[in-house]
């Protein structure tokens, strides 16, 4: 419980998952437990891989959108869940929350030019690890070019990985990998054996 009585995992739960290649998972939004899950193929992006499309290029370039991180956490999981099918529940919110609290949770917001949050992602953190969960966008391609700014974070702060859990044909245009779970597993520990500095711009 947490400690105005909403139900949530505790954070030493999740951390201690995360730390074994699984991650938590609701049938639906309104869903009161999770399944827990993992991947027999793995998807990454390794850092020197990572690449956006040249209007996405523009668009940062024009500075379009602003960047700011951890000030509005609950409510990216809460437009990332704004959708007709999703595994992120209220369960799941409120523990990640928690978990943001301590210090391993992380968002990625951009906003537009009225100052309305347009898109944006959140994920954990766990060593030099970044295990990325979920994003949105409100505005058109804001969702990329958070993940932009989200590479820029994971570079200058020390990161050695950043997992998607699944490869995709849409994270593939961003360098997106597959490798197997025995592979991740050992990039996991490594990258676990580190620190990085702080999830900052």
């Not at 027999?40 to 850092?47: D, K």
């Not at 966008?137 to 990329?144: C, M, P, Q, S, Y």
């Not at 490869?167 to 597959?178: I, P, R, W």
Request: charged residues 25%; contains cysteine; hydrophobic residues 35%.
């Amino acid at each position: 419980m947490n400690t105005d009585g909403r139900k949530i995992i505790p954070p030493e739960t999740l951390l201690e998952a995360y730390g074994q290649g699984i991650f938590p998972m609701s049938e639906s939004r309104d869903d009161s437990t999770v399944g827990w899950y993992s991947a027999r193929q793995r998807g990454i992006i390794p850092m020197d891989q990572f690449k956006v499309s040249s209007n996405v290029e523009r668009i940062i370039r024009q500075g379009r959108f602003q960047c700011r991180v951890n000030t509005r956490f609950r409510d990216v999981m809460v437009e990332c869940a704004n959708r007709r099918s999703t595994w992120i529940s209220e369960l799941i919110i409120d523990s990640f929350e928690v978990l943001h609290h301590a210090g391993h949770a992380h968002s990625v917001e951009m906003y537009n030019s009225t100052g309305d949050l347009a898109g944006g992602l959140y994920g954990v953190s766990l060593g030099s690890a970044f295990l990325g969960e979920s994003m949105f966008k409100n505005d058109k391609e804001a969702d990329k070019v958070a993940l932009w700014h989200c590479h820029q974070i994971l570079q200058k702060n020390g990161f050695t990985l950043w997992d998607t859990q699944f490869y995709t044909d849409h994270l593939a245009q961003f360098g997106c990998v597959e490798i197997s779970a025995e592979e991740y597993q050992k990039r996991l520990e490594s990258a676990m054996e580190k620190e990085h500095k702080e999830f900052r711009i």
